[in-house]
C-alpha cells in the first residue's frame, strides 16, 4: 500500500496551545495537501503545499515539507475547541493522478 | 461554491443486491474520485476518473466498478453486496493536477 502515516494517531491539547501534526508518504510526489474532517462529515481542503516549496502558511496554520524525508508537518497556532475533528494528509504524484490519504489524525481541543 | 452531492447520507442494503452510489459536482471538474472511510485504516481509494469515461482502479477496487458517461456525474457501484462492504463512501472532485479535492457529505451504507 501506498498509504501515508500521520503521527500521532490521537493528540488532546488545552485551547491556546499548539497542535502539531506530522505525515509520512511513500512516494514522490507533486503536492502535499491537509484536510479536516468533523465527525461523521466530508472533508475539507486546509492548505496546499507544492514538491518545491519547504513552508507555507495560512492564518493559524502552518505546514512545511521536506521531500528528502518524505514528510511533511502541520501546525494550528492558538487552538481553538472549534478545531477538534480529524485530521489527514493527502498527495499526489502528477498529473491525472489518484490522491492518496493517510489514516488521519483525532485532535481533541480542550476547553 | 463547488458541491459535491451525493444522493443518499444513509443506505441500507440487504447482501447480494446491486447498489448504485450516485455523486454529481457542479463545478465542471476533470477528476472525479470514491473512496471508502473505515474506522483506523483512513480514506481508501476506490477508484478515480481524469475525464468521462476513463477511470483506473485505487487501491480497494475488487467487488466495485464505476461509470462515468457524463463529466459531472460519477456512479459507484456494488455488483453484489456484502457485508464487508459496511462502510463510508466519500465522494470527492477536482479540477486538476495538483490542486485540492472537494468532497460530499458522504454515504453510510450498511449491508445486513
Known amino acids: 500500500s501506498q498509504q501515508g502515516e500521520e503521527d500521532p494517531q490521537a493528540l488532546s491539547i488545552q485551547e491556546g496551545e499548539n497542535a502539531t501534526m506530522n505525515c509520512s508518504y511513500k512516494t514522490s510526489i507533486n503536492n502535499l495537501q491537509w484536510y479536516r474532517q468533523n465527525s461523521g462529515r466530508g472533508l475539507v481542503h486546509l492548505i496546499l503545499?507544492?514538491?518545491?516549496?519547504r513552508e507555507k502558511h495560512s492564518g493559524r496554520l502552518r505546514v512545511t515539507l521536506d521531500t528528502s524525508k518524505k514528510s511533511s508537518s502541520l501546525l494550528i497556532t492558538a487552538s481553538r475547541a472549534a478545531d477538534t475533528a480529524s485530521y489527514f494528509c493527502?498527495?499526489?504524484?502528477?498529473?491525472?493522478?489518484?490522491?492518496?490519504f493517510g489514516k488521519g489524525i483525532t485532535l481533541s481541543v480542550r476547553p | 461554491d463547488v458541491k459535491v452531492t451525493q444522493s443518499s447520507r444513509y443506505l441500507v442494503k440487504r447482501t447480494g443486491e446491486k447498489v448504485f452510489l450516485e455523486c454529481v459536482q457542479d463545478?465542471?471538474?476533470?477528476?472525479m474520485f470514491w473512496y471508502r472511510q473505515d474506522p483506523g485504516l483512513g480514506l481508501r481509494l476506490i477508484y478515480f476518473s481524469y475525464d468521462v469515461k476513463m477511470k483506473e482502479k485505487g487501491d480497494i477496487s475488487e467487488g466495485y466498478s464505476v461509470s462515468r458517461e457524463k463529466k459531472e456525474r460519477f456512479s459507484l457501484i456494488l455488483e453484489s453486496a456484502s457485508t464487508n462492504q459496511t462502510s463510508m463512501y466519500l465522494c470527492a472532485s477536482s479540477p486538476g493536477t495538483g490542486t485540492e479535492a472537494f468532497f460530499g457529505q458522504g454515504t453510510r451504507l450498511t449491508v445486513v
Open positions: 503545499i507544492r514538491s518545491n516549496e
Open positions: 463545478m465542471d471538474h476533470e477528476n
Open positions: 493527502a498527495y499526489g504524484p502528477g498529473a491525472n493522478s489518484k490522491l492518496t
